[in-house]
């Protein structure tokens, strides 16, 4: 399996993630692969990722990755949705646990957020790109998302969204407004249906 290959300035790092790593993962490529086989240098946490995500390309892969990466550290991540750093220094946190996560929470945030942000350096193999397949990714408040659809799972698992309504006002906002759509799916969220279907209607017909 060929070795895909890897700028100077990222020898030494997992292709998935950024963060140092000493293995490498071996996407065998099927009958619908748009690329050959190949063997990407990689982190162990990130290897056993991959080789538990399906995929017909080793960007299908990173997306797996990527999801997966968020749904472990989704309680880090939230800590950049809750907090600036600056409220959670001025936190005044003074039990034993508490104080631990005022001083380690935005370095456990950053850090994830870094792994799940960091887009992989283009693929080519002996000098021949092989990107034009590549998926193109969805980013909101910092984060990125394989799609927009798991960006929507993300925060209705974080806020317990009802996740019908969160749906169809993505559906009628669109995605450059994501962020309006969030913000009236936490607004209504305990509301009852009949409210929320009024919500929808007069948007619809905004939309008109
Ligand atoms: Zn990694």
């Avoid at 099927?30 to 190949?38: C, E, I, Q, R, T």
């Amino acid at each position: 399996m060929s070795v895909i290959d890897i700028p100077f300035e990222y020898r030494h790092l997992c292709w998935f993630c950024g963060e140092p790593g000493s293995t490498s993962f071996n996407f065998k490529a099927g009958k619908n692969s748009p690329h050959p086989s190949l063997k990407l240098p990689c982190c162990t946490e990130c290897h056993a990722l991959a080789v538990k995500a399906p995929a017909t390309s080793v960007w299908e892969c990173l997306s797996g990755v990527k999801d997966a990466l968020i749904k472990r550290y989704a309680k880090h991540l939230a800590i950049g949705d809750n907090w600036t750093r600056e409220e959670l220094e001025a936190s005044g946190f003074s039990c034993r646990i508490l104080s631990g996560f005022r001083e380690s929470g935005w370095m456990m945030y950053e850090i994830a957020r870094d792994r799940v942000n960091f887009s992989p350096w283009p693929l080519s193999l002996d000098g021949i790109a092989l990107d034009e397949h590549r998926a193109t990714l969805f980013a909101f408040n910092g984060l990125s998302f394989g799609s927009v659809g798991k960006a929507r799972d993300y925060y209705q698992a974080l806020y317990g969204l009802d996740r019908e309504f969160f749906t169809s006002l993505i559906n009628l906002l669109g995605q450059p407004r994501f962020g309006y759509a969030l913000k009236l799916a936490r607004l209504y969220r305990t509301s009852g249906a009949r409210d929320k279907q009024r919500v929808l209607r007069e948007l619809a017909e905004d939309a008109r």
